[in-house]
């Protein structure tokens, strides 16, 4: 998960992991509806119907032309709003060795918003860059991404961060 401005150098340091990847990748991209099962079948998530948090869903899938562009042809997003509840798996991320430092979100997390568009499969993570980062390696990447030498460099990180890269590409 990208959290602050990137340097030249992440940018360079990006290129280079995109050059060593994007020929061993194939396109495996999940879709929303398989994500949100991935999520609802592995944790504990309180859907809130806050009308600021599906627009900010919204506004993130149309206002990209990176998510907007993976909207089906004549579809309009789907917004879900959840919270990761700290309760059976959802725990390991309120742990404290799992938590972000506090400057990265403001202070401490009391709770993880995620937010998902079922058209799209566009996902957001607020307050565990370590979720985002399993729901970037569970939904893969399309054709369009292995084009883009962040979006490789982002999956690839977040595929050695679970010890999955063997699983997608043979080093």
């Not at 998530?45 to 899938?61: M, P, R």
């Not at 993880?112 to 566009?122: E, K, L, Q, R, T």
Request: aromatic share 12%; charged share 25%; hydrophobic share 40%.
């Amino acid at each position: 998960m990208i959290t602050q401005e990137p340097t030249k150098e992440v940018f360079e340091q990006w290129k280079v992991v995109w050059m060593n990847y994007k020929d061993k990748l194939q396109p495996n991209r999940k879709s929303g509806v398989e994500l949100l099962n991935y999520l609802q079948s592995k944790y504990a998530l309180t859907e809130i119907y806050d009308k600021k948090a599906t627009d900010a869903i919204i506004g993130n899938v149309t206002m990209n032309a990176h998510y907007a562009e993976k909207l089906p042809k004549g579809a309009i997003p789907i917004p879900k709003a959840f919270f990761l509840e700290s309760s059976g798996n959802g725990k390991h991320f309120y742990r404290p060795e799992n938590k972000d430092p506090l400057d990265l979100w403001g202070g401490d997390i009391t709770r993880i918003f995620v937010g998902i568009d079922i058209a799209s499969g566009f996902y957001m993570v607020e307050g565990s860059t370590m979720l985002w980062d399993e729901l970037c390696a569970f939904q893969g990447v399309d054709e369009k991404d292995l084009q883009n030498y962040v979006c490789v460099a982002e999956y690839i990180h977040s595929l050695k961060r679970f010890g999955k890269l063997g699983t997608v590409v043979a080093e």
